[in-house]
């Protein structure tokens, strides 16, 4: 004896199921969906990435860094362009004596140029 399909049991009409070769063509489909979402999620996680690492990332450095925004702001443009934050982000600091008194001096490790010195205060 033959048992009821479940879908006509239930009141439903069959699913009708497309011939093999286009079950073929359907699955393809999906994969190729599946790919594109990839690649194209990926490039955006990629393109993000690199303006994180090269634009915000010398900023938030910045934030912890020993100069102002003033000083960082060379043209005194009111903003800070990427090429000011890489050159504040890119320096060293040397301890000097400067008129007999100990002073740590920061300057751009690009060209040597003095940005910032800061002595110590008497006691």
Partial sequence: MRMPN???HNG???????????????HKKMNMNFISNILKYGI??????????????PYL?????????????LDKSGIISPSEAQYHYDHGERKIVKDG???????????????KTVCEEKK
């Fill in 6 to 8: 479940q879908a006509l």
């Fill in 12 to 26: 439903l009409a069959p699913a009708s199921l497309p011939p093999a070769g286009e079950r073929y063509v359907v």
């Fill in 44 to 57: 955006l996680i990629a393109v993000s990435s690199i303006i994180i690492w090269f634009y915000v990332w």
């Fill in 61 to 73: 450095i910045l934030l912890q860094g020993p100069f102002t925004y003033d000083e960082i702001d």
């Fill in 101 to 115: 008194e100990k002073c740590t001096e920061y300057y751009a490790l690009k060209d040597g140029i003095e940005l």
